[in-house]
């Protein structure tokens, strides 16, 4: 059995993801609804196997992401999803955080990592409070388990509303290397404790 066959993987068409909200001020939550069994997930594309029926092992676990424009040198944690069917997110504000029911960093499709954003009540910011001064062209790097770093280059950043659907952030199908990060923006709203946007930076693998 493979490595991703022990993974959730997650497909264009079984998966909705909705943003519900950033809590206790900092704290970026996503809510995963999919369509069939939360147990089963779509095999890779034909055109990933095609690719190269070995991509998921190409690449090891992401340990660290540097992003030197916004002066971001982060420990990657890695997590899954919470018991509310939320993705977890890191333990430490200053920390990232790899979606492991995902891809990792450099394999063919998605890879989604999240960080914190806000003010915590230490008076300390968040990894990714300058995440939305990132322009099209900038480089960031994944350092993986292996002490290979993965170059990625930025697409686009994009705004979404809380209850978007943003399937689109957690899978593709167009057999390339993706890596989307995630954090919220906008105005802070106390009673719902919660942020007005979610911000994702989409990327592609650097070849």
Not at 20 to 32: D, I
Not at 49 to 71: H, Q
Not at 115 to 142: A, C, E, M, T
């Amino acid at each position: 059995m493979g490595m991703g066959s022990s993974k959730i993987l997650l497909g264009r068409t079984l998966l909705i993801v909705i943003f519900v909200g950033c809590a206790l001020s900092a704290a970026l939550l996503f809510y995963f609804i999919p369509k069939n069994s939360a147990k089963s997930g779509p095999t890779k594309s034909n055109e990933q196997e095609e690719l190269d029926p070995s991509a998921e092992a190409t690449f090891g676990l992401p340990v660290r992401l540097k992003i030197p424009g916004i002066n971001v040198d982060s420990a990657v944690e890695s997590v899954g999803l919470t018991p509310q069917r939320t993705m977890e997110m890191p333990k430490d504000p200053n920390n990232v955080a790899w979606f492991n029911l995902g891809t990792r960093p450099g394999e063919i499709g998605s890879s989604v990592i999240t960080g914190h954003y806000g003010i915590w009540k230490n008076g300390k910011g968040s990894v990714f409070d300058n995440l939305h001064k990132l322009r099209v062209g900038d480089k960031l790097y994944i350092e993986d388990d292996t002490g290979t770093i993965i170059s990625f280059v930025v697409l686009e950043s994009r705004s979404f509303d809380p209850k978007a659907d943003a399937s689109t952030v957690f899978s593709s199908d167009d057999g390339k290397a993706h890596l989307n990060l995630i954090t919220c923006e906008g105005a802070w709203n106390e009673s719902k404790k919660s942020y007005s946007e979610r911000l994702v930076v989409f990327t592609d693998i650097v070849d």
